[in-house]
């Protein structure tokens, strides 16, 4: 059990708060969603070996369409009482292009509709800046995003994690479990607030594009007892 967790191996909610989504009874459950845009739509997927749950998020025919969910609403989380992780298992069915473009986030954010993120922490697709993923943070609209030296891949599944430590001082990113690197600064404190979820936004063309999850984890060790 991790050490903030209770004696015999329970998560303690006094210390601990830990939401988990894997989608085994398909996009009914804990996550709400979120989508707008002709065809857009956040759908359960045939599970396979090793997901078998599956959500899709789909943009539609829409130029501007988007999907996504969240775990953990926008208005709920505040950085600075614990160390807080955002994990999820995702896969991209086809890269960004200049003529089928859109953009990825996921972890922590607070806006739905658009890209442009007030109070945030995540991993950022955006091919029109960069083919690597991008770390990306936010605090009252100031924004930091930084490229990573990692491309991203399509048609296979990645494991990735923003992890803000308990200070809100620094937020450090990962993919299938190797750090990305860390920014130190637009780390959203005090009464900012935030959520943790998925969107995936088009921006160009007419043809729909897929964001798939398999699973998605927010938890928080809290400094002191609630």
Wanted: glycine letters at 12%; one cysteine or more; charged letters at 15%.
């Amino acid at each position: 059990a991790d050490g903030a967790d209770g004696a015999d191996g329970r998560v303690d909610p006094e210390v601990v708060l830990d939401v988990y989504e894997d989608f085994v009874r398909g996009v009914g459950g804990v996550t709400a969603f979120t989508f707008g845009g002709a065809g857009a739509a956040v759908a359960a997927a045939a599970g396979e070996a090793a997901a078998p749950g599956i959500a899709s998020a789909n943009t539609g025919t829409s130029g501007a369409g988007y999907a996504g969910g969240w775990l953990v609403s926008p208005d709920a989380i505040v950085f600075g009482t614990g160390e807080w992780r955002a994990k999820l298992r995702v896969r991209l069915a086809n890269l960004s292009t200049a003529a089928q473009r859109y953009a990825v986030q996921l972890g922590f954010f607070d806006t739905e509709t658009a890209n442009l993120q007030g109070d945030a922490a995540f991993l950022l697709y955006d091919e029109s800046t960069s083919a690597n993923w991008q770390m990306s943070t936010a605090q009252g609209a100031t924004r930091t995003t930084t490229a990573s030296g990692t491309a991203v891949a399509a048609a296979t599944w990645l494991r990735v994690e923003v992890v803000v430590n308990a200070a809100a001082s620094s937020a450090e990113f990962f993919v299938d479990g190797v750090s990305l690197g860390t920014v130190a600064t637009n780390i959203p404190s005090g009464t900012q607030k935030t959520g943790v979820g998925f969107r995936i936004h088009k921006s160009t063309g007419a043809t729909a594009r897929t964001l798939e999850v398999d699973y998605v984890h927010a938890r928080c060790e809290c400094t002191s007892a609630r």
